[in-house]
């Protein structure tokens, strides 16, 4: 009977290591994905380092992996792009009274679904989406 068990045992074992694996290696697939996304999003902006930026779920500054969940069957990215090429603050040129205005910061959630193969992606407010080849690097 112990030997049954044992075995019974060892074979949920081996399927619960093999789901997790699989799990494992979708969430890196994803996370993959979305840096390339994000890095061709970057190129495409021209963006300088360190204007886009990750937001977790409780609204905190976080990295690109902490930021990524997932609901209603796509995987969300919750991001801040900061629209000003200085530092933060804008000076007038001629103002002697030293006069700035803020950085404009736009917030966006990403939606993403389908495989790493071919994938959809849209603002998660709009109803307009695009179609990626996640195969190819020049499609990002």
């Not at 044992?6 to 799990?23: H, N, P, S």
């Not at 979305?34 to 976080?62: C, H, W």
């Not at 994938?119 to 407010?125: A, E, G, I, S």
């Amino acid at each position: 009977m112990s030997e049954i068990s044992k075995t019974v045992f060892e074979d949920c074992c081996a399927a619960y290591e093999e789901a997790f694996q699989k799990v494992e290696n979708y969430l890196e697939d994803y996370g993959q994905l979305m840096g390339n996304l994000i890095t061709g999003l970057e190129v495409y902006l021209k963006a300088p380092d360190g204007r886009i930026t990750f937001i977790d779920r409780q609204g905190q500054k976080s990295s690109l992996r902490e930021s990524m969940y997932l609901m209603e069957g796509a995987w969300k990215l919750e991001m801040a792009v900061c629209m000003c090429k200085d530092n933060g603050v804008r000076h007038f040129a001629a103002s002697p009274s030293g006069l700035y205005y803020p950085s404009q910061t736009v917030y966006m959630t990403l939606a993403v679904c389908g495989t790493t193969d071919s994938f959809t992606v849209k603002l998660d407010q709009y109803n307009d989406e695009f179609s990626i080849k996640g195969t190819s690097i020049n499609s990002f």
